[in-house]
């Protein structure tokens, strides 16, 4: 029996990365798992918060994913689709598992080195990380939540983007550290489920990942994008000079981005090699008519129905309290064993 477990950052609409990256894996589990197998969702809003947001901004951004993750056809009866912060043990098991961790393993984590460039938080030899008020515990300790996250339910496989494999390491890290700490034998390492779009690139540039956090709209496409939108952002997407189509992931990036696209989107399994040759004399303009139009009959389902579920409030609120209750019932169960391992039972 496989218990499959996710999470998203509420940070935003998901973007077209997000959406072939994950979501649209953790659709087709949905559809295709064993019906013994549990599959749980998690719209991770304590990990969103390591980047200072506005509550009011928190709290829309926490209901659209809601709205977006049952638009792409996630059901909330087979699914526990639940908020990270509506069940305590996340973080009383992070606190647990910090116990046992590595500073040093967690300093080298791509994902936190990458965030403290982006910030411009990158430390000068005179600087240390006490001297920085603008460097938190919680960015650095975000690993530990997501591994958490996953333990939490005893999770057997997590499906996710290439970004986040290090984390999942780090998780397996973690389930080792814990098992021979406490003498247990309570958790067992997580397998990565990587999706076959292992990583979307910006639009704009196709050196990075497509991100929620990029602040330039025109480098990501959102799920919920109109078909206008989705065109003018396809039209403007960076390519090169040469007006042809080839697949040559290493010099020409751009082009291999919406050739990946495609391929992911095609339903004959084509790959970007044999869909470049199928356009073999053709410009470029022909490939982005082409992208445009796969990604506006894929999104085009969903928009409209993530319009219609963000009208419903109290539909979503009922969907939030079964998500709740679900998950608080399978968090209890690990709890009680992971309290009885360390010595914490009353
Ligand atoms: N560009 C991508 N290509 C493929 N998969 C991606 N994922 C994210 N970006 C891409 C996958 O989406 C899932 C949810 O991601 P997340 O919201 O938890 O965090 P993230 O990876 O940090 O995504 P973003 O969009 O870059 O968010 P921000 O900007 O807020 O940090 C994960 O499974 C991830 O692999």
């Known amino acids: 029996k496989k218990i499959i477990f996710s999470g998203i950052q509420p940070t935003g609409i998901p973007h077209l990365g997000n959406y072939l990256g994950a979501l649209k894996q953790w659709k087709h589990l949905q559809d295709t798992s064993d019906k013994a197998d549990s599959l749980i969702y998690c719209i ?30 996630l059901d909330p009866q087979r699914s526990t689709i639940f908020h990270q912060s509506a069940v305590p043990a996340h973080s009383e098991l992070q606190w647990i598992l910090s116990c046992t961790a590595s500073t040093g393993y967690l300093s080298r984590m ?30 650095f300790s975000y690993p530990i939540l997501q591994a958490a996250d996953i333990l939490t339910y005893r999770a057997t496989h997590v499906p996710v983007g290439e970004d986040q494999s290090q984390h999942l390491e780090f998780a397996r890290e973690c389930v080792t550290n814990f098992n021979h700490t406490f003498g247990s034998n309570i958790f067992y390492p997580p397998k990565t489920i990587l999706s076959p779009a292992k990583r979307v690139m910006s639009l704009l540039d196709p050196t990075r990942k497509m991100s929620k956090s990029d602040p330039n709209p025109k480098s990501t496409i959102l799920v919920t994008d109109d078909q206008q939108t989705i065109k ?8 090169d000079s040469g007006n042809f189509v080839t697949y040559d992931p290493e010099r020409r990036k751009g082009v291999a981005n919406l050739l990946e696209i495609l391929s992911h989107l095609r339903e004959d399994g084509a790959t970007p090699a044999q869909i470049a040759e199928e356009m073999k004399g053709e410009g470029l303009v022909v490939l982005k008519k082409a992208v445009i139009e796969a990604v506006d009959a894929e999104l085009a389902p969903i928009r409209e129905k993530y319009a219609e579920l963000l009208a419903n409030e109290s539909y979503l609120k009922q969907v939030q309290r079964l998500g709740k209750e679900k998950a608080l019932k399978k968090a209890a169960s690990t709890m009680r064993m992971v309290r009885t391992a360390v010595g914490l039972d009353d």
């Open 44 to 73: 991770v809003d304590l990990h969103a918060i390591t980047i200072p947001r506005h509550c009011k901004l928190l709290a829309q951004s926490k209901r659209e994913m809601l709205a977006a993750l049952l638009a792409i056809g």
């Open 110 to 139: 791509t994902q936190w080195k990458s965030k403290l460039q982006s910030q411009s938080l990158s430390l000068s030899p005179s600087e240390t990380t006490t001297s920085n008020p603008a460097l938190r515990h919680g960015l």
């Open 232 to 239: 003018k952002k396809i039209r403007g997407a960076v390519t």
